[in-house]
């Protein structure tokens, strides 16, 4: 029998979009695309960013430290992020244009103040699982679609992750925007593409 696929929208929230703490740009231009898309899927699960006003991602916890400068975690580098998706704030919430009845799943990531989790399968020690992969193969989803923000962050590391545990992944680049820090959306598509991953448009 063959796999079921699965849509994963990856943290479509206000403050990822137009007037967001941590705009990407277009950030917005990917709603209309991924709700029309939502009908294909049997499942559909949405991430959801959803960090403490503490958490160790913010420059604002780093005394001297700057927006998008570079530290050290233990588990490795970690940009820092201007303070975003603060659980419970609006800017945390789905964008109101974004569909979520179609959801099966939302699933919080981020949750923890010590580590960072852009892939919605692992926190960014890549070890800590979120569960998401139990309840995928546990519903006998063999491949997922990957689609929202950012393309160079969550989405990637996420579609990074899903190829290294066996998935079948498609990403569709045009369901999604990059924040593309130094170039990091050229580096991460490289990534994407020798891990296996499906780039359609
Ligand atoms: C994201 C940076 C920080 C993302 C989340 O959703 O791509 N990027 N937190
Ligand atoms: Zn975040």
Redesign the pocket.
């Given at each position: 029998m063959q796999g079921q696929n699965a849509l994963i929208v990856?943290?479509v929230?206000n403050d990822?979009c137009s007037g967001g703490a941590?705009a990407?740009p277009d950030g917005d231009g990917v709603i209309g695309r991924i709700n029309g898309l939502m009908e294909d899927f049997g499942t559909v699960i949405l991430t959801q960013?959803w960090?403490p006003a503490t958490h160790r991602?913010f420059a604002s916890q780093h005394p001297g430290a700057a927006a998008y400068d570079l530290t050290e975690m233990p588990y490795g580098p970690q940009?820092l992020?201007p303070d975003?998706?603060v659980q419970g704030t609006p800017g945390a919430a789905f964008h109101p244009d974004l569909r979520t009845d179609p959801a099966h799943l939302i699933l919080r990531k981020?949750f923890r103040a010590g580590i960072?989790s852009?892939s919605a399968f692992f926190e960014n020690d890549r070890t800590t699982p979120t569960g998401l992969e139990g309840y995928l193969r546990s519903r006998g989803i063999t491949g997922v679609t990957l689609v929202?923000?950012?393309f160079?962050?969550?989405?990637a590391?996420s579609a990074l992750d899903a190829a290294r545990l066996g998935f079948d992944v498609r990403v569709l680049e045009g369901a999604c925007r990059a924040?593309d820090l130094d170039g990091s959306a050229a580096a991460q598509r490289a990534a994407m593409q020798n891990a296996g991953v499906l780039l359609e448009a």
């Amino acid at each position: 029998m063959q796999g079921q696929n699965a849509l994963i929208v990856i943290d479509v929230q206000n403050d990822f979009c137009s007037g967001g703490a941590l705009a990407v740009p277009d950030g917005d231009g990917v709603i209309g695309r991924i709700n029309g898309l939502m009908e294909d899927f049997g499942t559909v699960i949405l991430t959801q960013d959803w960090h403490p006003a503490t958490h160790r991602s913010f420059a604002s916890q780093h005394p001297g430290a700057a927006a998008y400068d570079l530290t050290e975690m233990p588990y490795g580098p970690q940009v820092l992020w201007p303070d975003h998706c603060v659980q419970g704030t609006p800017g945390a919430a789905f964008h109101p244009d974004l569909r979520t009845d179609p959801a099966h799943l939302i699933l919080r990531k981020g949750f923890r103040a010590g580590i960072d989790s852009y892939s919605a399968f692992f926190e960014n020690d890549r070890t800590t699982p979120t569960g998401l992969e139990g309840y995928l193969r546990s519903r006998g989803i063999t491949g997922v679609t990957l689609v929202g923000l950012a393309f160079d962050f969550c989405v990637a590391y996420s579609a990074l992750d899903a190829a290294r545990l066996g998935f079948d992944v498609r990403v569709l680049e045009g369901a999604c925007r990059a924040i593309d820090l130094d170039g990091s959306a050229a580096a991460q598509r490289a990534a994407m593409q020798n891990a296996g991953v499906l780039l359609e448009a």
